[in-house]
């Protein structure tokens, strides 16, 4: 068997014995300290390229702990439960929902806006971190992929099942409608969305399977059944590591990168103008784009904590997503955070200074009219909660941290029904003003796609590479020869302070 | 190598060779080696490692992908596509106007070219790097060696290909061996089948054919006809759940769609007149008529049906219809509106538009329509009533009104053509015509009797219909 041959083989074995005593401990290695003219560790716990390997697999490979089993019941009924759902709503129609005039974008569009900003984590760390060369992304790139697929399916599903006939819903391409030959109206935002939104979905699966493929070769060679060589030696194409195979891929990995920066951009830009397109007072704004942004980052980026410090935690995985990863991403929390902050004040400022008596008092109806409970949970959440990450200590606690960004995703989804809901239940004319009020089919259809979403992540962690093994041992490579470079152009030899030891 | 025992695939010749490998666990040894092999001059060569190995490319003598050129091609394409699609469809095809701007290219084109140009080229990179790799290729003579597995966990291969020009065997297992691999080995011809086994290729048939089958049902439909009706699985709007006029419902006491008119409505426009001013008759006192026979009544009144009918016996001055129904109601005898000279012009000039035709200018019945009909003798012809009858010059000026209104027996009703003034314009002309063909000499003024002539000085003669 393949697996003898590799424990017998290798010269400096990496066991299980091993592993266990390169086990994860806090307080003995923090590369969270940054000492000038050395570069922090990346992974900690003196790793080879053979125990990431171990590392990784061993999530999928071993038998799931009964919490997997417990979360994934759970959320698989809820998933199970929206679906009947949107089988009832479809029979039924959108009147299930709270949709009423003059709120007709209601929880569907903030559910959807929710989602789609969560899906930005992904695609970012995957794209921007890598043109700017940040190599912690590495550990953390894939299941921010994952995650970003599975938040854009959620969100993919509410446009879907609010156009009202969601069995044609594929008249939102181009498609010559009925036997009229009516094309869709490209001078519409809404239009701009599907495009946008159906680029970023079909472009961050193949960046994300893409990133697999040389990890799905690793699950193929060490797996044990031949069923299971089958699936995952069909799904990585039959990789085999080829040098000019690797150039090709470096190659479209850093064209993917290229392309997917100002996509990830876009889509949240084309989902603001939404909004900014129409006319509606507190929509009709310049600052959407930037400021959407800034918020989908924030907000997926808090996902990403959420996610991945319990996964870490469960399987074992902190000398690979260590506690300076997740103190990076607190730090980007913090600077989104405060963008969004930001944004909030801007806003307040140019309804005053425009001088404009309906942004004047759209405004100020956010803030101090009936849904002023929204509004300052809003500001709770998005301004105050991130500014705790100034001190490390929060930034560093897992508990902490996973609180806060849980905080900041309930913000993210009351900024989203803040905009939609309080414009339109107070637009120009007054005689048309009302109040929303959900209905329990909004709750539960909103808590369903969460079934949805988790159910997809789970079985992820369950039979997919979590970690990218290539791309971190690519890493190791690389800041080993920076780190000879360093030591030689320092003067002093290289030890002692080692980050990996398997040299 | 001791792992390692030269395989044999039909039994008599000797397998296959396809070349040298040698295995490292260290990137730095193997790009040591690379090096050698290169300058040694072999060109078919190869490195197996677990992630991309820098320099690798450089001392194999890789040289660099195309991929650049083709994404660049394919994003162009995605552009073009982009631009032509919403300029035709939305500037040529399907011409839509919004907010008057204009058709063709916009800024607002700039959203969806942008994406598609992403889409192509995330597409084609994708895909070009699939295929210039030439994947999937899932039968490889690499994988014959079961140390391979590890090219993809930690350790480090190169391969010299059997396929080199330069190819000799010892020469390049000495070479090789020269860089102290850790490992050492022939690839040769794997003993297992490379194809597919028997069951997937089935199952992907089934696959296939299964997923044909909603295709086929649709196309026969297509192509077929039938006698049923189409299958609806969403009815969208051909089937909405509502009623429509005249059917029947239980959602309502009395069984009706129509919903009368809720008590107390007034139509648009007509706030500005008393009800009798529309009916001709006072409506308040109709309803303080309490008999049921009345109500019934007025029913027949409103309908124009029945009862009145009989009123329109063709023989002028025949008996009245035992039940003179309308005699009884309280039908307005007092013109609502001025009886001045405006007014009667009015009432003449619509009398001989609408009128006249059949009622004739002098108000006789002898109008032309009358006469063309009696000449084609058709026989079922029921002439026109004269107005100078007793029946209808006793009649109340309010149920005149009603006559033009509402019609009785053959005639239409006018209120589509005339508005209630000038209805009551042409009431006005009828009572003076009416007048005109039954004054006595009492009616007119003592001073002016003298003006008459006076062979005629009693009444006119009733059936005078020249004059």
Known sequence: ???????????????????????????????????????????????????????????AEEPQPMLWYVLFGFSSVTAVMFLSLIGYLIFTGVGIWGNQNPVFWAWPIVNFVFWVGIGHAGTLISAILFLFRQNWRTSINRAAE??????????????????????LAFWLLPYPSLNLWMWPQFRSPLLWDVFAVGTYASTSLVFWYMGMIPDLATYRDRAKSPFKRFIYGLFCLGWTGSSRHWLRYEKAYTLLAALATPLVLSVHTVVSFDFAVSQVAGW???????????????????????????????????????????????????????????????????????????????????????????????????????????????????????????????????????????????????????????????????FGSFGVFMSLFLLFCRYLPTIAMSEVKGVMSSTEHSEHAQAALLGHGHGGHGSHGHH | MSDHKPKTTNGNRPPRAFGWMAEFSDEHKLLEAARKVRDS????????????????????GIKPTKLPFIVLCCGLTGLSLALLMQWWMNGVDYMYIISGKPFGITPASIPVAFEMTILFSAFSTFLGMIALNGLPRFSNPVF?????????????????????????????????????????????????PAALPKAVWLGA???????????????????????????????????????????TTTIFADGRTMRPQVAGTVARGQLDEADSFYLGYDPAKLAAMEAVG???????????????????????????????????????????????????????????IYCAACHGYGGYGDGLVHKRADALAQGFWIPPSSMHIDRIRSQPVGQIFHTITKGQGKMPGYAASLTPKERWAIALYVKALQKSQNASIDDIPVDKRSQLEPAAPTAAAPAAPSK
């Open chain 2, 294 to 352: 009345n109500a019934a009544k007025l029913v027949s009144v409103q309908d124009g049906s029945a009862p009145a009918a009989g009123a329109a016996a063709p023989a002028a001055g025949a008996t009245p219809p035992a039940a003179a129904p309308n005699t009884n109601l309280p039908w307005l005898d007092k013109l609502p509106i001025e009886a001045n000279e405006a007014n009667m012009k009015l009432g003449q000039t619509k009398f001989q």
């Open chain 2, 41 to 60: 001059g072999y060109t078919d060569t190869d490195a197996f490692t677990p992630f991309p190995v820098h320099g690798i490319d450089e001392a194999l």
């Open chain 1, 146 to 167: 994952a995650m970003t697929i599975f938040a854009v399916v959620c969100a993919a599903i509410y446009p879907g099942i609010h156009v009202g006939r969601a069995w």
């Open chain 2, 144 to 192: 014959t060696s079961a140390r391979f597995d590890r090219a993809t966990d930690d350790k480090f291969f190169l391969y010299v290909s059997a396929k080199d020009k330069y190819y000799n065997r010892e020469s390049v297992r000495e070479l090789l061996a020269g860089s102290s691999p850790d490992h050492l080995e022939e690839v040769i011809e794997d003993s297992s």
């Open chain 1, 284 to 446: 009709h704004t310049t600052i959407f784009p930037p400021y959407f942004v800034a918020g989908a980052i924030f907000s997926g980026f808090a996902m990403v904590v959420t996610l991945l410090v319990p996964v870490r935690k469960i399987y074992k995985l902190e000398n690979l997503i260590t506690l300076r990863h997740l103190d990076n991403m607190n730090k980007i929390i913090l600077a989104t955070g405060s963008l969004v902050g930001l944004a909030y004040g801007t806003e307040f400022f140019i309804a005053w200074y425009s001088k404009n008596q309906y942004e004047g008092f759209a405004f100020l109806n956010r803030a101090f009219g009936p849904y002023w409970w929204a509004y300052w949970t809003m500001v709770s959440c998005n301004v105050i909660s991130p500014q705790l990450f100034w001190f490390k200590k929060i930034r560093t606690s897992p508990l902490l941290m996973v609180i806060v960004s849980i905080f900041v995703n309930i913000g993210m989804w009351f900024e989203r029904f803040v905009i939609t809901v309080t414009s339109l239940s107070r637009d120009f004319l007054p005689s048309s003003w009302g109040y929303f009020k959900p209905t329990i089919f909004d709750g539960l259809m909103f």
């Open chain 1, 1 to 59: 068997m393949a697996t003898d041959i590799r424990m017998t083989t290798h010269k400096n074995q990496v066991t299980m014995a091993t592993i266990a005593s390169t086990s994860y401990n806090p307080r003995e290695i923090d590369n969270t300290v940054d000492i000038p003219g050395r570069r922090s560790p990346l992974i900690t716990g003196n790793q080879t390229y053979s125990s990431v390997t171990e590392m990784v697999c061993r999530v």
């Open chain 2, 205 to 247: 048939l089934l696959l296939v054919l299964t997923g044909l089958i909603p295709a086929m049902i649709v196309l026969n439909m297509r192509a077929g006809y039938s006698t049923k009706p189409r299958f609806h699985v969403f009815f969208d709007m051909d089937f909405q759940p509502k009623k429509k006029a005249q059917q």
